[in-house]
């Protein structure tokens, strides 16, 4: 069971919900959502329990299995770009959303962006726009992908745009200084041999198209006011802009 915080309001928890419903009505490898709850002023959401290991836990504790562990999350996040779901939030309107709300950037840089955004391609393919080795567990039966909540409906180049970013600039909690180094090392070639499977997987994808999401999408990124992440997103985007 997912149980919120107190503070989190009931209408958030719902429309977790909601989202999560939409998605599970379509074959794709998700845990189902059994029912909501309250539980002392809190909202819950009790889904169909999983056994298994995060494919994030594998990439280290089992590193010559990275190049297989990285070609099952592309073919992963190539399987939900199937799928169409309409009723979804739209892609384009959470990133205009979120960088609208970065305090960070410029009125000048923020016009910019949106109009760098507005030219990008309307899709209604399923995004889950926070996907990455965290959110896929492992289990004897196969790949399950959780965590649904930010999922929108857009272009699947924004989607594996969205993948990158995570994966160029996030850190690892709790990491120690020699697991930090190692990230560092092996993080352009994973990024780069993953495009690669995705680029193999769709023939509507390239590089080009990827990419044109990458500025607006970290823009985006710096909305969720990741401290150890901030001051690298903005020095990356104005070389950029």
């Not at 709850?37 to 010559?64: A, C, D, H, S």
């Not at 080795?133 to 857009?154: H, Y």
Request: with cysteine; charged share 20%; glycine share 2%.
């Amino acid at each position: 069971m997912k149980l919120f915080y107190a503070w989190v309001p009931a209408a958030d928890a719902r429309l977790e919900a909601s989202i999560h419903r939409k998605i599970q009505k379509h074959p794709l490898p998700i845990p189902k959502l059994h029912e909501e709850t309250r539980i002392n002023e809190r909202m819950g959401i009790v889904y169909e329990r999983v056994k298994g290991v995060e494919l994030l836990t594998l990439l280290f504790q089992k590193p010559w299995l990275i190049p297989d562990l990285i070609k099952k999350m592309a073919a992963l996040q190539s399987q939900l770009h199937q799928v169409q779901i309409a009723e979804l939030p739209s892609v384009k309107d959470k990133i205009r959303h979120d960088i609208l709300s970065v305090s960070v950037l410029t009125q000048s840089e923020k016009d910019q962006l949106l109009a760098h955004l507005a030219q990008l391609p309307n899709h209604q393919n399923l995004c889950h726009f926070d996907f990455h080795p965290g959110q896929i567990i492992l289990t004897n039966t196969g790949a399950v992908i959780v965590d649904w909540i930010t999922a929108c409906q857009g272009d699947p180049a924004a989607d594996i745009a969205r993948t990158l970013i995570l994966l160029k600039f996030s850190a690892l909690p709790n990491s120690n200084l020699f697991k930090r180094i190692i990230v560092k090392i092996i993080s352009g070639w994973v990024s780069r041999t993953y495009l690669n499977h995705l680029i193999k997987l769709d023939s509507q994808l390239n590089l080009k198209t990827i990419q044109a999401w990458m500025l607006p999408i970290a823009a985006a990124r710096l909305s969720e006011t990741v401290t150890n992440e901030e001051h690298r997103i903005l020095t990356w985007i104005r070389k950029r802009m």
